[in-house]
């Protein structure tokens, strides 16, 4: 989640924005012996923080392993750090969190290495295969990723052996089930910590990982962090595919019309005949110095033709610091109506896409969409990117006009919702409730990330503080593509009764930052 009333972001780098996929075939099959295919990665320095996991190389159901984070700033900080265990699932497909335990507001004092243990009791059902461990650091209360290790270390998962037929074993002694639960707690102890002198022994393992350890693109947020680029070059070329795309934080108010296209696609309420009742002017949040967008407004008046459309995108940078800096786009119309802006380059393969946006509560009328344009679809309408979703593609009923074929996909967020869709098909949702806030201000952290195997997974940051996940069919196109972030309408105003829309309600604005694309 982003807030604009935050303190100033970090200077989030990353040395990988994705890994390579390991076949799940190699993962669920290539398990073996215990040990086999186990390692402790090396610590990773990154963005001014250090990280580090210890766990035993195996365990079994029924077995309690305790967890060792060691953790070290360069600077005196406060921060929340996240442990993650995933393992594949049972038929090879997509991936299970097993294990999440979170520290926050952790204090750490320049160049200290503080040690956070949690123990975890093995559940009886818990599949038995290769675990992977990350481990992240972010702002307290979520709010800015400083640091992500995405391969800390791994273990296996063995089943539980008897002694029934070898006389000279011993039986384990604590192979009992939890007595509470059969799935993976958050934490079943309280968590310690302890603090030491800079460690001068913690030298990685000679021994190199195999590939049974490659981390999965499947990573859930926390999501990977990015390096952030420079809002004052603009690129035409397609970007190779690999690595670290693009990447916009709305830190200078230029960005937009230096880095984006951006358009209007429908019918033109500019060029309607007044008898018609066009909706030419209505509020958006924020007024001209940017001020609290839940008491401040300003008039967005449209005209015709792409001229006359300019004021539906604005950007603020609130109190004039760049890290509170986000776009805005605000579109009232009576028929059906996308404003959309794009990244300026085509993309290839795109493999994940990320962003920032509210959560507001604007009623029935109002959804966004990020899409994948197909370069042959882009091509086909020209520079009109606005193409409608599933449910909207009937040429005699309410629509842009701009279709797009099987070639392209997107998600919609609506409503709270998220789903992924592919041409006039919806493959996967993420569930788990409708969740919207009245804040304006506070924008939550949205992913979706092929996994190369048929799947994709969603994730998205909620106004409650958690993060849902959830692994669904589907994928990314594949190939050249524009990116396209679009602010869709549907007669809004019907949505709602005139006082909804008085006073700061004005229903009709979304915020959006921390574009990434990779």
């Known amino acids: 989640m982003s807030a604009e009333r935050s303190s100033a972001k970090p200077n989030i780098r990353m040395s990988r924005w994705r890994r390579p996929l390991a076949a799940a075939a190699i993962l669920v099959g290539t398990i073996g012996a215990a040990g086999a295919g186990t390692t402790r990665a090396a610590p990773l320095a990154d963005a001014g923080w250090t990280t580090d996991v210890q766990v035993p190389a195996t365990s079994s159901p029924g077995q309690t392993l305790t967890f060792g984070v060691e953790v070290m700033s360069s600077t005196t900080a406060t921060g929340l750090v996240d442990l993650e265990v995933y393992s594949p699932n049972l038929g090879g497909i997509g991936w299970h969190q097993s294990l999440q335990q979170v520290w926050d507001a952790q204090s750490f004092t320049a160049g200290q290495q503080q040690r956070l243990?949690?123990?975890?009791?093995?559940?009886?059902?818990?599949?038995?295969?290769?675990?992977?461990?990350?481990?992240g650091v972010f702002a307290p209360g979520w709010s800015a990723l400083y640091h992500w290790n995405d391969a800390a270390a791994s273990f296996l998962v063995v089943p539980s052996t008897t002694s029934t037929t070898t006389p000279t074993t011993t039986p384990p002694t604590t192979t009992a089930p939890p007595t509470t639960t059969t799935t993976p707690p958050t934490s079943t102890t309280t968590p310690t910590t302890?603090?030491?002198?800079?460690?001068?022994?913690?030298?990685?393992p000679t021994t190199t990982t195999t590939p049974t350890t490659v981390s999965p693109t499947t990573v859930p947020l926390p999501t990977e962090p990015l390096p952030t680029t420079s809002t004052t070059s603009t690129s035409a070329s397609t970007v190779p595919s690999g690595g670290l795309m693009f990447s916009e934080d709305f830190a200078s108010a230029a960005a937009f019309d230096q880095r984006f296209d951006h358009g209007w696609s429908g019918q033109d309420p500019g060029?309607?005949?007044q008898i018609a009742g066009p909706i030419l002017s209505w509020l958006g949040d924020h007024d001209a110095s940017c001020g609290d967008p839940?008491?401040?407004s300003r008039t967005i008046t449209i005209g015709a033709g792409a001229a006359g459309k300019s004021g539906v995108f604005y950007a603020c940078l609130p109190g004039g610091d760049p890290a509170k800096g986000h776009l805005m786009t605000s579109v009232n119309t009576t028929g059906y109506?996308?404003?959309w802006f794009s990244p300026k380059q085509m993309f290839n393969n795109v493999g994940r896409v990320c962003w920032d946006q509210n959560l507001t509560e604007l009623g029935g009328g109002k959804w966004v969409q990020v899409e994948l344009v197909a370069k042959g679809d882009a091509d086909k309408y020209g520079n009109d990117l606005g193409f409608v979703g599933p449910g909207f593609q009937d040429p005699n009923g309410p629509s842009t006009g701009v279709f797009p074929s099987a070639a392209t996909g997107g998600a919609k967020v609506f409503r709270g919702s998220f789903e992924i869709w592919r041409g006039d098909d919806v493959t996967g949702s993420l569930g788990g409730g409708v969740t919207t806030t009245a804040d304006k201000a506070a924008r939550y952290r949205h992913c979706m990330v092929d996994n190369e195997n048929g799947t994709v997974t969603l994730s998205q940051a909620r106004p409650d503080g958690t993060t849902a996940t959830a692994t669904v069919p589907g994928d990314l196109p594949d190939g050249e593509v524009r990116v396209v972030f679009q602010d869709d309408n549907y007669n809004p105003d019907k949505h709602f009764d005139g006082s909804e829309r008085a006073g700061p309600n004005h229903p009709y604005t979304w915020h959006w930052d921390n574009i990434q694309i990779g």
């Open 117 to 135: 243990e949690v123990d975890w009791t093995v559940p009886m059902d818990e599949p038995t295969n290769v675990h992977l461990v990350k481990v």
């Open 337 to 339: 109506n996308i404003a």
């Open 194 to 204: 302890t603090t030491t002198t800079p460690p001068t022994t913690t030298a990685p």
């Open 271 to 273: 060029t309607w005949p």
């Open 294 to 296: 839940m008491q401040t």
